[in-house]
Nanobody
């Protein structure tokens, strides 16, 4: 059974940075393309960023391109999301999953950007 353990809960001011981590258990992590998603209140869950199994290829939603960076450490079964220049509209619960969001979702981690 897959388990995602997201961390990096934060209340930060606009313009700040925050790094999220997601440790994955129960799957051969290095075989999976992974992704971060987010869901703001009253909104649908949306794609944020993805990374190939080996980490050489990444993709981003237009809203975060140039500000967020996804990376992974296959030895630690962990995917990261470095978020810079945070904006109030980045406020959401953040989740990791495989690239297509097909695995069981974890609890997510809350990021709040507010002055």
């Amino acid at each position: 059974q897959v388990q995602f353990v997201e961390s990096g809960v934060g209340l930060v001011q606009p313009g700040s940075s925050l790094r999220l981590s997601c440790t994955t258990l129960g799957i051969p992590f290095g075989d999976y393309a992974m992704a971060w998603y987010r869901q703001a209140p009253r909104n649908q869950r949306e794609f944020v960023a993805s990374i190939s199994p080996g980490g050489s290829t990444t993709g981003y939603a237009d809203s975060v391109k140039g500000r967020f960076t996804i990376s992974r450490d296959n030895a630690k079964n962990t995917v990261y999301l470095q978020m810079n220049s945070l904006r109030p509209e980045d406020t959401a619960a953040y989740y990791c999953n495989d690239r297509y969001g097909l695995l069981e979702w974890g609890q997510g981690t809350q990021v709040t950007v507010s002055s």
